[in-house]
């Protein structure tokens, strides 16, 4: 599916500080907008539903699973998360630039549906590291956080199927990678866009 707007996915094994990255970006970046997932897990410290996730009963996302609404969703952590198609395609569609915070497994399912999403994915400096994270962050408990780096094993081998690999270990520098990112990916399909039209127009195709 092409659209006007542009699609970035970022992903990152758990803790290694892609939300908080995400969030810092969204305050620079006027022409950008996040999409809210929906995930059955419950919420945590001062999450509020329909700010940082939707939260949602099993059944109420399974019914959502069978009437299509998802673009993709996946198991994560033992719980499911998805990104509604509601909204996204229309701001998208009127030219808005959208940015999705999701899983490796979710972000290859969007690159087939968005051949042009631009799949991020941001690595912690070391195991150590995230493990701290994870811990100084004080929101799950210990085995939570222990499945968490369990699966951070297997989430970062994905970085290699991801068009761009940043190193979250200064933030003020991961963030000023990601904002790079963003703005020539935004300059290169806008130039794109524009050499498509002018030989559209020059071929008369419509
Ligand atoms: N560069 C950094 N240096 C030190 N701490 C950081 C850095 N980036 C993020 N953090 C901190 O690490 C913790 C985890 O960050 P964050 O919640 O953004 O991770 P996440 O990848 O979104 O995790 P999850 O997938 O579980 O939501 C937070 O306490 C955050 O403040
Ligand atoms: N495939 C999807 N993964 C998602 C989505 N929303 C969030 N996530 C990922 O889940 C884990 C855990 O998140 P947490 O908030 O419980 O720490 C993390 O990797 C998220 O990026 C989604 O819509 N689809």
Redesign the pocket.
């Known amino acids: 599916m092409e659209t006007p707007g542009n699609l970035f996915v970022v992903?990152?094994p758990?803790g290694a500080g892609?939300s908080s990255l995400v969030k810092a970006l969204l305050e620079l970046d006027s022409h950008l907008g996040v999409s809210v997932?929906?995930?059955t897990?419950a919420p945590r410290g001062q999450e509020q539903d329909g700010r940082e996730y939707h939260f949602v009963t099993p059944e109420a996302f399974q019914a959502m699973v069978d009437r299509g609404e998802f673009f993709?969703?996946?198991e994560?952590?033992g719980?499911r998360?998805?990104?509604s198609r509601v909204g996204i395609e229309a701001r998208l569609m009127a030219g808005e630039d959208v940015i999705l915070?999701?899983?490796w497994?979710?972000a290859l399912q969007i690159k087939q549906i968005f051949p042009h999403a631009v799949l991020i994915f941001i690595l912690p400096p070391s195991w150590q590291e995230l493990e701290q994270r994870l811990k100084r962050r004080g929101e799950d408990q210990p085995e939570v956080i222990a499945l968490r780096m369990a699966n951070a094993r297997t989430e970062v081998a994905q970085a290699r199927h991801f068009d761009f690999v940043i190193i979250n270990s200064l933030f003020e520098t991961a963030l000023f990678d990601l904002k790079t990112v963003v703005h020539s990916q935004r300059l290169k399909y806008a130039a794109q866009r524009r050499a498509k039209s002018q030989v559209f127009a020059a071929l008369d195709i419509s």
């Open positions: 992903a990152a758990s892609k997932s929906h995930t897990r993709e969703w996946a994560v952590h719980r998360y998805g990104t915070e999701i899983d497994q979710g």
